[in-house]
């Protein structure tokens, strides 16, 4: 390995999709190092996204390498085979490390550090956010939902199916108030310290509030059920007195505790 030498990451990327994309570049800002995408068989670092089932399948029995688990999450509960098998930096949350019955470790999204490797500066207005998962364009009724809120023309509709994570960024950080049934989507947001609100969208998991309950644990947000699309109309009108996330200061000692928690050993 050299200073330089890309690391191999893997994450998900059967469609494009920004939350998806966010792992590479929390990888290079925190490395230093370029990255390339690796199957999980090969992959060296594991991070972003609800994919530890990704690591479970692959690595219940020893290989040639042990990967680095450095803030994945779950959807569902995994087997826990793996375990022994791999080396773990930090999880996403309580959640994910107390289903794998893991010492105390940090936790905390990669995707929050996006706030940091950020460059363009972009001036707060005073748009209204909506960012539906990539799931909620197919299914009929959220679709619809969705439609209904772009034809009244009070919303900005951030489309999450991009590869583009600074553009999506720009974009929430350019809005007063997300909406969004999208958990990087809200990630991104509490990075950025705008304020947000999480929507029900299609259920597209066995048990969908899982991950979401596992990051604001992480970052010590207080939990609220998500609201139907039916209701951001009627939320919007309440969103006017807050500027800030009020717990804007956990999410910068996690920021913090990821770029710790990651191996000097693989930086550059």
Known sequence: MTEKSPIKVHWWNGRPNFGDALSPLAVEFVSGRPTQWAG?????????????????????????????IWGTGMMSPVRTAFVP????????????????????L???????????????????????GLIPHHGDFKDAATKG??????????????DPRSNDVFAV??????????????????ILSDA????????????????????FMDYFLSVGREYREPIPYEAIEDAEKGTRGASAVPYAARVE??????????????KA
């Not at 550090?113 to 001036?123: D, G, N």
């Not at 960024?169 to 809200?186: K, N, P, W, Y």
């Open 169 to 186: 960024a720009d974009e929430i950080r350019a809005c007063r108030h997300v909406f969004s049934s999208s958990l990087h989507g809200l």
């Open 192 to 211: 950025f310290n705008v304020p947000n609100t999480w929507v029900a969208g299609r259920a597209i998991h066995a048990t969908p509030a899982l991950k």
């Open 40 to 68: 999980k068989e090969e992959m060296e670092v594991l991070s972003t996204g609800s994919i530890m089932i990704r690591a479970a399948r692959a690595y219940g029995q020893p290989r040639d390498h042990r990967p680095l």
């Open 253 to 266: 000692e996690t920021k913090d505790a990821l770029i710790d928690a990651f191996p000097k050993h693989m």
């Open 106 to 128: 940090p936790y905390g999204d990669p995707g929050l550090l996006i706030a940091r490797a950020a460059t363009t500066e972009v001036e707060r207005g005073d748009a209204i």
């Open 145 to 158: 939902a969705i439609a209904a809120l772009q034809d009244k023309g009070e919303l900005r509709i951030i």
């Open 85 to 104: 098998h791999v080396d773990f930096a930090a999880v996403r949350g309580p959640i994910t490390r107390t289903l794998l019955d893991l010492p105390p």
